[in-house]
């Protein structure tokens, strides 16, 4: 499938940052958002916690509908079942939507289905389809998949919790991820999520992460434009290196 728009606005600014809303003030989310959009971020990545993929709950297509910003909507599916599911988070705005290819028997399906689905912000944009991988799963489950994506995501800690430590080895996976991508010669961005901080930003940009998640980092609870404008600052100079 070729790719649709929004996918080379995200091949142009990469690398970049989604900054993760799960240590925002949940109750100030509107200024929060306000203060992304003044550094430059463009990309809010939520997670979406069901309490049964992962422990803990978050909130769902209403809360993602209400997100009023500029900024597009990088939405973590950590759900079961995806597949019943997925519309929905389309339906409330989401840009891009990734799942993991540990929660359920029919991922080829729901990129499939996603696949046929419009961008609710702008019909002309498309969708992002992702697929997450948990720091467990092997790389090669990606192979029958690579054709129906444009956004694999690996995840750098266990999910269901920000603040967590990088797990080094996720950098080999990434090398062996754009070897398998070389191989399909296809292009798709590849994502880094989980225990990002400002000391490891910078290699994790070099070792080619395309968009780069990063939560409690930014959203620390004092200085998160800052943090923000800190970490754009760190990718900026493997963009140019592109
Ligand atoms: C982990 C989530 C991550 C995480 C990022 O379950 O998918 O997006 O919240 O937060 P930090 O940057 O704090 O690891
Ligand atoms: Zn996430």
Redesign the pocket.
């Known amino acids: 499938m070729p790719h649709p728009p929004i996918f080379q606005t995200l091949r142009d600014i990469a690398p970049t940052i989604s900054v993760?809303l799960l240590t925002a003030d949940m109750l100030s989310v509107g200024s929060e958002l306000g203060v992304l959009e003044r550094t430059g971020v463009q990309l809010a990545?939520v997670?979406v916690m069901d309490g049964c993929f992962v422990p803990m709950m978050t909130l769902g297509p209403p809360w993602i509908r209400a997100l009023k910003s500029r900024l597009l909507k990088d939405v973590?599916l950590?759900i079961q079942e995806p597949l019943t599911k997925v519309a929905d988070y389309v339906a409330a705005g989401a840009d891009m939507v990734t799942v993991h290819v540990e929660s359920g028997p029919h991922i080829h399906r729901v990129l499939q289905l996603m696949g046929r689905m419009a961008n609710i912000n702008d019909g002309t944009r498309g969708l992002i389809r992702g697929v997450a991988l948990n720091p467990g799963t092997p790389v090669e489950t990606l192979d029958p998949l690579i054709d129906e994506l444009e956004l694999i995501?690996l995840l750098a800690v266990n999910?269901g919790w920000g603040g967590q430590s990088f797990i080094p080895s996720t950098l080999r996976k990434l090398q062996k991820v754009r070897r398998m991508l070389a191989d399909h010669q296809r292009e798709v961005l590849v994502g880094i999520?989980?225990g990002v901080t400002k000391s490891n930003i910078a290699d994790v940009a070099a070792a080619g992460a395309d968009i780069i998640?990063t939560?409690s980092a930014v959203f620390d609870g004092r200085a998160a434009e800052e943090n923000a404008l800190f970490m754009l600052s760190a990718v900026e100079p493997y963009r140019k290196r592109r």
């Open positions: 993760g990545h997670d973590h950590m995501l999910p999520d989980g998640i939560g």
